[in-house]
């Protein structure tokens, strides 16, 4: 609302100097009318204001928890999506391998043989544990 002055100000607030090194008195901003003070003051109010409401929405339990639950399901849904494209990516790749194993025991191949015996043979073992721990009881 003031006005730049013509000469320059020093660090007390002075401006311009008498002439003998002296600084002269400080310059006085320009008188405002009452209107110009109510109208600052309005302004002042009105952002204040709107700061308040700023501050109390953020600080308001109800608005955090709204925001936390947001943010929640925001990550659940990222989290889903991800696992979601790593099982398929897996699914892909079990079908190809289980489509592989399937053409090489059909062509007789010995891995894949080895792998169905091993598979087998495992199935075996754990059906026999199974068998043998029933029987003790």
């Known amino acids: 609302m003031s006005t730049p002055s013509a000469s320059p100000t020093d660090s007390t607030g002075a401006t311009g100097s ?8 400080p310059a006085k901003p320009p008188r405002q009318s ?18 308040v409401d700023e501050l109390a929405g953020r600080l308001d ?11 929640t399901k925001e990550t659940a849904a990222e989290t889903v999506a991800q696992v979601q494209g790593i099982a398929e990516e897996k699914l892909h790749a079990a079908k190809k391998f289980t489509g592989e194993l399937i053409d090489g025991v059909k062509a007789r191949q010995p891995r894949a043989l080895a792998i169905v015996g091993g598979a087998v043979a495992a199935v075996a073992a754990v059906v026999v544990g199974v068998v043998l721990g029933t029987r003790r009881r």
């Open 18 to 25: 008498s002439g003998n090194g002296e600084p002269t008195e």
């Open 34 to 51: 009452a209107a110009e003070i109510e109208a600052e003051i309005a302004r002042t109010r009105a952002e204040l204001s709107r700061t």
């Open 61 to 71: 339990p109800r608005t955090q928890a709204r925001e936390l639950v947001s943010q």
